[in-house]
């Protein structure tokens, strides 16, 4: 790992990387499936990078907020993972998919256990597991409460319009949660989990806050700002391990090769990107290459990557 690198310094690298990359906003797609999702800006662009010691170097759009996404998977698994601990690896695997984040055939395969709790399955068993017979309002408000104290941020809020957007369209998630539901894998009614799936998923956050939020993860667990700690240690190695291995889908060994860090990224265009012991980077651009994942915010976090080391191997 090489040293930690004077902010100011990570900052021009950041604006020369905008640079080489802004002819490639259009390239990627926006995320149409979700309706609400489909008048996204393509050319929104923010990367933020967050230091242990609290200091950042950014660029673009760093406090526009955006649809988290699947990005909210990893906070949720974080919070199942306190709750109930491993016993959750009853239900969920930890193993990288080789499928797309939404589909269903190997659930079917698998006798209704999801591979890992980053695809659409996995991550409607921990809102599952977080549900437990709360109120689904209840079980939001715990998520969102939880990434308000990470940021250190009160406004971050769920986008109520992208909640109801995906709730009116998502048929492949409701497909997910009966066949979760029939192999005895959902204790709840697949109703109830995906209102609290669908609205973790519409949590708006911007670059900025992401790459605060997820600092502990590369501070063996610890706020190193805050100075509390979050979870410990090894569940903090733990959880950037499944996002190395499975955070980017059917992508997860090619970001590995490429950039070589734990990531997690979502639909909305975001990716943030673990380096222990450095920082976090949040990087957002709506254009999704062909496994969902933002075709600009790979290809930034490579280039950061090559020119200042950053990565576990
Ligand atoms: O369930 C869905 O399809 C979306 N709410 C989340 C998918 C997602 O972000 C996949 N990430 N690249």
Redesign the pocket.
Known sequence: MAAAIDPAAIKVILGEIAEETLALRRVGKV?S??PELAGVDPEGFAVSVAFLDGRTAEVGAVGETFSI???SKVFNLTLALGKIGDVLWRRVGREPSGNA??SIVQLEQEQGIPRNPFI?AG?IVVSDVLLAGHEPKETIAETVTFLRFLAGDESIVVDKAVAQS?KAT?N??FALAYFLKAHGNLVETPDRVLGV??HQ??IAMSCRQLARACLFLAADGRDPVGGRRIVSAQRARRINALMMTSG??DASGDFAYRIGLPAK????GGIVAVVPGVGTVAVWSPG?DA???SLVGSLVLEKLVQRTGWTVF
Do not use: P
């Open positions: 995320a499936y979700i996404q699947s990005i984040f939404n659409n991550a995906e998502g492949r998630n799936y669908f998923c519409a980017m889908y990224s979502g639909v909305g999704l496994t969902g994942n």
